[in-house]
């Protein structure tokens, strides 16, 4: 059976191969180049040296470089990490009665993103989804409990909230 497939298997990987040695010595590399020009708005939060905050409007060339050193240290601490978990199921059932649980704990994590002071975090629908606890780790090494406030399975975007107030976005 092997004799009567070989011709056909060696037939297929060599046109393979001359295929794809054709397409590298033809085809051109092609390079693409974004450029965005012109002036941008944003409203932006300055954190001086001293760690001060002031609030104002600023303006920037959107093909200017970009500092991500800095950008990194004012974004940071609006990021978190969501754990959520799921015990498998909310009822009694003859296996839990008897201390013998079939189905252990399952949990999701991902990352998220506070948007207001108030506790208002946007994360993705698949980690929070099937979730009976959900916990938010801030940068800062505290965690807290979170309600799920609103999910889109369509744009995977959810919205959780978190009981504190004062928070960095």
Partial sequence: MLK?????????LF???????????LEKPREVI??????????????????????????????APTEFTYAASVSTPAVVNIQSVNSGGRGLSF?????????????????????????????????VADGDKISVSFSDNREMKAT?????????????KVEVDNLPF
Avoid: C, M
């Avoid at 009567?4 to 297929?12: C, D, F, N, R, Y």
């Fill in 34 to 63: 974004i450029r965005e020009s012109g002036e941008s708005e944003y409203r932006s939060r300055n954190v001086s040296r001293d760690g001060l905050t002031t609030e104002g409007n600023a303006s920037f060339s959107l093909a």
């Fill in 95 to 127: 296996d839990k009665l008897f201390g013998r649980d079939r189905y252990p704990q399952r949990g999701a994590s991902g990352s998220g993103v506070i948007i207001s002071k108030d506790g208002y975090i946007v994360t993705n629908h698949h980690v």
């Fill in 15 to 25: 046109s393979a191969l001359v295929a794809v040695t054709a397409y590298r010595l």
């Fill in 148 to 160: 799920l406030i609103g999910s889109d399975p369509s744009t995977d975007l959810a919205l959780i």
């Fill in 4 to 12: 009567k497939h070989l011709p056909t298997v060696l037939a297929s």
